[in-house]
């Protein structure tokens, strides 16, 4: 079966040949020969802009941070200050406060002393007087013993003394009355009584039957 005309052109267009090769090289240094210039001004655009650009240090955003680092600082090193000064007083105080205590310590160690002293001091006292006292307690019996020995002597003796010698009578006056207790005391009938020469009434006052008491 023979092919129609218009199988025979569908054919023909389905076997046309690609593009040549050479129109791709020539279009690619089409490309080259206006983008490397462009690449070159956008980096020569982006070198200068960069180029032109303020210094960021003389920016006021900067310069108001540093300025409150700066005060930050600042305030930072006078706390430092402050706390070290703090720290300071405070093991002063400390120092203070310990030797302090040593001393009260040593005060009331002290103290004790002493009391404990003086208590030995008041026992030792106690027991001198005690024994003094024993002491004057035995002296004192001694001597009631020596005395009472020395009276019963002295009242033997009297008594032998009296045995030989007897007391002469006292003298009565040969007043038949006296006219007071005087009298009668000078005349050495006092006391007067009942049925005695120179007893009256008016020497008896309370009627006892004794006058001139």
């Known amino acids: 079966?023979?092919?129609?005309?218009?199988?025979?052109?569908?054919?023909?267009?389905?076997?046309?040949?690609?593009?040549?090769?050479?129109?791709?090289?020539?279009?690619?240094?089409?490309?080259?020969?206006?983008?490397?210039?462009?690449?070159?001004?956008?980096?020569?655009?982006?070198?200068?802009?960069?180029?032109?650009?303020?210094?960021?240090t003389t920016t006021p955003q900067y310069q108001s941070l540093q300025a409150e680092m700066d005060t930050a600082q600042d305030e930072a090193d006078e706390l430092s200050d402050e706390v070290a000064a703090a720290e300071e007083r405070v093991q002063t105080a400390a120092a203070a406060a310990q030797a302090r205590i040593e001393q009260q310590s040593l005060t009331i160690t002290q103290r004790a002393t002493d009391l404990d002293q003086?208590?030995?001091?008041?026992?030792?006292?106690?027991?001198?007087?005690?024994?003094?006292?024993?002491?004057?307690?035995?002296?004192?019996?001694?001597?009631?013993?020596s005395s009472s020995s020395s009276s019963s002597?002295?009242?033997?003796?009297?008594?032998?003394?009296?045995?030989?010698?007897?007391?002469?009578?006292?003298?009565?006056?040969?007043i038949a009355s006296y006219a007071n207790c005087t009298e009668a005391r000078a005349a050495g009938a006092a006391p007067v009584r009942v049925g005695d020469p120179g007893y009256g009434r008016h020497l008896d006052r309370d009627g006892d039957g004794v006058g001139c008491e």
Do not use: C, Y
């Open 118 to 145: 003086r208590e030995q001091d008041l026992i030792a006292r106690e027991s001198a007087v005690r024994a003094a006292e024993q002491a004057a307690t035995s002296r004192t019996g001694t001597s009631s013993s």
């Open 1 to 56: 079966m023979w092919p129609t005309k218009a199988g025979t052109q569908l054919a023909q267009t389905m076997e046309l040949p690609a593009p040549p090769p050479a129109e791709v090289p020539r279009k690619q240094r089409k490309w080259l020969r206006w983008g490397i210039p462009l690449v070159a001004f956008l980096l020569g655009i982006g070198v200068g802009g960069a180029g032109d650009q303020p210094d960021v």
């Open 153 to 174: 002597s002295g009242s033997v003796s009297s008594g032998a003394g009296n045995a030989s010698v007897a007391e002469p009578e006292p003298q009565v006056s040969a």
